[in-house]
């Protein structure tokens, strides 16, 4: 164990007490707690286990997981079951839904699904306008040009554990 993974063990600890007492926001806290120790396996444990429940924000992070093997062997059926969950749910927000579609239609491309399926989930999440990942490669695609994904996580800080190595922004991501 790293010393930056042993300097996160208190606040787990804190954190699992209180979800024992109850409070729910802290076991929600449980795998990130888990992603920034850099300890994946353990966030996608906890992630699964509230996808499971209906957590379609925790169902996006199961998905993103499988998509690109990050705290789980890369499974790219299991990580389109988890991105369709998401975007099931009635438990993300929309700006996660958006995500999910956004990874879905990346996940599509990867495995040689049809463009109008591409498009249909790229243009759910370019709806309103405020993902120009989605909207740049939605234009890539109905233009028919070489097409490099974004594969970054959507408003996430590049030192932020957890995220798959991005062609397009050639910048190494610690994981």
Known sequence: ?????????????ALKAAAR???????????????????????VFWWQRFASDGDGEAALDVGYAYQYGLGARRAPQ???????????????????????AYHLAVLTLDRGGSRRQVLTLLCLAK?????????????????????????????RWRSIRGQAACARHRQPRRS
């Open 1 to 13: 164990m790293t010393a930056y993974a042993t300097a996160r063990l208190p606040p787990l600890r």
């Open 21 to 43: 007492s109850g409070d729910s926001t802290a076991a929600h806290n449980i795998p990130i707690a888990y992603r920034d120790a850099g300890n994946l396996r353990r966030a």
């Open 78 to 100: 299991r990580a389109m079951q988890a991105l369709r969950q998401a975007l099931r749910s009635r438990d993300i927000t929309e700006y996660g839904r958006e995500e999910a």
């Open 127 to 155: 709806r309103d306008g405020d993902y120009p990942e989605a909207a740049r490669l939605a234009a890539a695609v109905e233009a028919g040009r070489p097409i490099a994904a974004c594969r970054c996580r959507r408003g």
